[in-house]
């Protein structure tokens, strides 16, 4: 069944009624950009990809494209730290997947592994993902969320700003994606891996140039999913200066 695409004056109304607030204290935790997340007080923010397994893949690709060496598991260790600790690490499933697979509903890894080569990795290092993600499930059975039905979004919604926005409204879903909340991640991320030495940078890299690595990467990852999820979908992009106050603009479509 064809998705039916959402115009700007939906989005726009759309934003106007489904806008929170994020805690300081819970901005770094994430969901993936799944529209079928329920429109939950705790929501997280934060829309990455694939969630915290697919942000492990940021950083294995990143690596592997600079050449920059990294102990997986300190890798690993920096997202929970920057989270706030392995209760905080969330990422997903649904409701059409085997129950025992770890993170089979997710779309987004699903793709890193039938094709781990297109997102510049390797495949014992989608293994290690999964492995961790397991470990952390089970200790804390909660951090694996279970999306329930099929897929309805009628566009890509990508924020900036310091405002969340719920991916359900009237029916229908959004593809979401919060750039600044994952590029201040992504800069908190960088710090913390070379404080402890999880990477290796090379001469004349900086902490500086691997959050913007990150972020390149992030950007990358994106569009390979957009294209095979989201293939037509209009992209529409908000920035917000205030909770009433904020602009949407159209960015295209995803082809």
């Not at 699903?110 to 999964?130: A, D, E, M, R, W």
């Not at 909660?142 to 700003?161: M, P, R, S, Y």
């Not at 310091?162 to 879903?173: A, I, L, M, R, S």
């Not at 913390?192 to 890299?205: F, N, R, S, W």
Request: aromatic content about 8%; glycine content about 8%.
């Amino acid at each position: 069944m064809p998705k039916t695409h959402l115009q700007h004056s939906e989005v726009r109304s759309w934003i106007k009624k489904n806008t929170y607030s994020i805690k300081p204290s819970k901005k770094f935790i994430s969901r993936c950009i799944d529209g079928r997340y329920e429109n939950a007080p705790d929501l997280p923010a934060l829309a990455i990809p694939g969630g915290d397994a697919g942000q492990l893949a940021i950083l294995f690709a990143t690596a592997n494209r600079h050449k920059i060496k990294l102990d997986y598991m300190k890798s690993w260790k920096a997202i929970c730290k920057v989270v706030g600790g392995k209760q905080n690490i969330r990422f997903h499933t649904d409701s059409h997947a085997p129950k025992k697979k770890i993170a089979g509903g997710c779309g987004h890894i699903k793709l890193k592994s039938l094709n781990p080569k297109l997102y510049g990795l390797k495949t014992s290092q989608v293994t290690f993902i999964k492995k961790c993600c397991k470990e952390a499930l089970s200790k804390h059975k909660f951090i694996q969320v279970k999306l329930n039905g099929d897929h309805k979004e009628g566009a890509v919604l990508t924020i900036n700003g310091n405002y969340g926005v719920y991916p359900q409204f009237k029916g229908k879903q959004l593809f979401i994606v919060h750039l600044s909340l994952i590029n201040s991640r992504h800069k908190e991320l960088a710090k913390v891996l070379v404080k402890t030495k999880a990477v290796q940078l090379h001469a004349g890299q900086t902490v500086k140039y691997l959050h913007k690595a990150l972020d390149e990467t992030h950007g990358k990852h994106l569009m390979l999913t957009a294209k095979a999820l989201a293939n037509g979908l209009p992209i529409f992009n908000v920035t917000f200066k205030t909770r009433s106050s904020f602009k949407v603009e159209k960015a295209g479509k995803v082809a």
